[in-house]
């Protein structure tokens, strides 16, 4: 069983940063991504970072999102630039075995931490 945190949300004007952390109980073998679900939307791939460390984004965030992790710390990042109010969300991390954006593919998941972008 991989338990999953994430913490970072908050509330930011349009144009700003946010750097949402995911801490997981077991890490290193497994593919990580970042999903997001806004009110009455589904649940949607942001990006995933596989354990060589490639990366898969979304369209919607390429370019203003980059997604990392390091595995001596068990932890999970992603860096987000130039937020728009469409960024608006519960973020989620969740780990796989293997590496998509298909949130029916992910096994284990966090709770989710809010991001607000106000314009």
């Known amino acids: 069983q991989v338990q999953l945190v994430e913490s970072g949300g908050g509330s930011v004007q349009s144009g700003g940063s946010l750097r949402l952390s995911c801490t997981a109980s077991?890490?290193?073998?497994?593919?990580m991504g970042w999903f997001r679900q806004a009110p009455g939307k589904k649940r949607e791939g942001v990006a995933a970072?596989?354990?060589?460390?490639?990366?898969t984004y979304a369209n919607s965030v390429k370019g203003r999102f980059t997604i990392s992790r390091d595995n001596a710390k068990n932890t999970l990042y992603l860096q987000m630039n130039s937020l728009k109010p469409e960024d608006t969300a519960m973020y989620y991390c969740?780990?796989?075995?293997?590496?998509?954006?298909?949130?029916?593919?992910?096994?284990?998941w966090g709770q989710g931490t809010q991001v607000t972008v106000s314009s």
């Open positions: 969740a780990a796989n075995s293997w590496c998509s954006l298909a949130y029916y593919d992910y096994t284990y």
């Open positions: 077991l890490y290193s073998s497994y593919c």
């Open positions: 970072i596989d354990r060589a460390g490639s990366t």
